[in-house]
């Protein structure tokens, strides 16, 4: 993931916004399904919201500067250049560790520590979610019940919920993961696809050919090809799946909605709720 200009997931919630300075872009309603941050210095800065629907606790954002951000269900985090990890809205007690990369969940948070470690806090009932295993990773993503981690070799560990075999990850060597509703997707080192997990909506059967980036939703996936044309996958029934012609170097699926980073810098969205954010 860059810090550049990058997409976070947001499978579930009303998303949060970060951006760089200036009047935030003329964006009315986008909750419960994706959202993005951009930033040309490699942060974002001062968090805007989104409108949440009456129901939704905890709405405080925090003001400040943030080296990367995620969204899961009910609630945001963000990490800061220090390592600090701010989150807000439901189960959003943050851990008091020092942390590199963050991914929220469905009610739960898990983060790569600067040690290399896995740390994860939230709601905890059922799954053990929120207890990851031991050993050093370079990266985590939190899905609903459940969570994914990959090694520096390539390998994959998976935890939690396990109802749709989720847990079990295809074989192979991994560069990126993403952790969808009840499955998730992976980008291997030979820059092919691979998921596992729930195939209700034949979301665990990506196309062939060379990737670039993956992206997991609730119940569809996307994906960014070399030459950074988009496709989808799965649940398209507002169309999520549905992605536009366009040259993007990101993609993020959502609940009902995907989003793309365009190469020009603007973010367009596709499906539920679908908007186009120009370049700011």
Same mark, same amino acid.
């Given at each position: 993931?860059?810090?550049q200009?990058f997409?976070t997931p947001?499978?579930?919630?009303?998303?949060?916004?970060?951006?760089?300075?200036g009047a935030?872009p003329p964006?009315k309603?986008?909750?419960?399904?994706?959202?993005w941050?951009?930033s040309t210095?490699a942060?974002?800065?001062?968090?805007?919201?989104?409108p949440?629907v009456?129901?939704?606790?905890?709405?405080i954002?925090?003001?400040?500067?943030?080296?990367q951000v995620?969204?899961?269900?009910?609630?945001?985090c963000?990490v800061?250049?220090n390592g600090?990890?701010?989150?807000?809205?439901?189960?959003?007690?943050?851990?008091?560790g020092?942390? !590199?990369?963050i991914?929220a969940?469905?009610q739960?948070?898990?983060?790569?520590?600067?040690?290399?470690?896995?740390g994860c806090?939230?709601?905890?009932t059922?799954?053990?979610?929120?207890v990851?295993p031991s050993?050093t990773?370079?990266?985590v993503?939190s899905?609903i019940?459940?969570a994914c981690?990959l090694?520096a070799?390539?390998a994959v560990?998976?935890?939690?919920?396990?109802?749709?075999? !989720?847990l079990?990850?295809a074989?192979g060597s991994?560069?990126q993961?993403d952790?969808?509703?009840r499955f998730n997707?992976?980008l291997?080192?030979d820059?092919?696809?691979?998921?596992?997990?729930d195939?209700?909506?034949?979301q665990?059967e990506?196309p062939d050919?060379a990737?670039m980036?993956?992206?997991a939703g609730?119940?569809?996936?996307?994906a960014?090809?070399?030459?950074g044309?988009?496709?989808?996958?799965?649940?398209?029934?507002?169309g999520?799946a549905?992605?536009?012609i366009?040259?993007?170097?990101?993609?993020?699926?959502?609940?009902?909605?995907?989003?793309?980073?365009?190469?020009?810098?603007?973010?367009q969205?596709?499906?539920?709720l679908?908007?186009v954010?120009?370049?700011?």
């Open positions: 993931m860059s810090l200009a997409i947001a499978h579930w919630q009303p998303m949060a916004m970060f951006r760089v300075g935030p964006v309603r986008l909750w419960r399904e994706a959202g941050c951009t210095l942060r974002c800065t001062r968090v805007v919201s989104m949440m009456a129901s939704f606790v905890g709405v954002t925090p003001l400040g500067e943030y080296a995620s969204a899961g269900y009910e609630h945001s963000a800061d250049d600090s990890v701010d989150c807000w809205g439901h189960q959003a007690s943050p851990d008091t020092s942390y !590199q990369q991914s969940g469905e739960f948070t898990c983060g790569l520590r600067t040690d290399a470690a896995i806090w939230g709601s905890d059922t799954y053990n979610q929120t990851p050993g990773y370079v990266g993503s899905g019940g459940h981690a090694q070799g390539g560990t998976c935890w939690g919920r396990n109802y749709e075999d !989720q079990t990850p074989a991994y560069t993961i952790a969808g509703g997707c992976g291997k080192s820059a092919t696809l691979a998921c596992w997990g195939n209700s909506k034949d665990a990506p050919g990737f980036q993956v992206s609730d119940e569809h996936a996307c960014a090809w070399i030459n044309s988009v496709v989808c996958w799965g649940d398209d029934r507002y999520q549905t992605a536009p366009g040259v993007f170097s990101q993609v993020s699926g959502g609940g009902n909605l995907s989003c793309g980073l365009l190469s020009n810098g603007s973010v969205c596709w499906g539920s679908a908007v954010i120009s370049a700011w």
